[in-house]
């Protein structure tokens, strides 16, 4: 199912880093997420629900520039 709150994400696990950009635009990196998150996160039925309960105010991150440059290859909220 779509989320109407994210577009789109990427994990990395040799970082435990996660990726999101919202449908806004606005994109965050999430430092320190186990692989296991990322896992519940990707199969979530509703990712925005997941990732307020369980990433948004558990990790540390980072706001990325809207130029993309440092972006990782997202994967479709939808998958």
């Known amino acids: 199912m779509p989320s ?3 577009r789109r994400f990427a994990y990395r696990p040799e ?3 996660l990726e999101v950009e919202f449908v806004s635009g606005r994109r965050y990196r ?3 997420v186990p ?3 990322a896992s519940q996160f990707r199969s979530a039925f509703s990712k925005g629900r997941f990732f307020n309960a ?3 105010d558990d ?3 980072e706001e990325l520039e809207e130029d ?6 997202l994967m479709p909220a939808h998958t």
């Open 30 to 32: 999430y430092f320190g």
């Open 4 to 6: 109407t709150v994210i």
């Open 59 to 61: 990790y540390p991150f």
């Open 15 to 17: 970082k435990r880093a």
């Open 35 to 37: 692989e296991g998150i």
């Open 68 to 73: 993309g440059a440092d972006a990782w290859a």
């Open 54 to 56: 369980h990433i948004r």
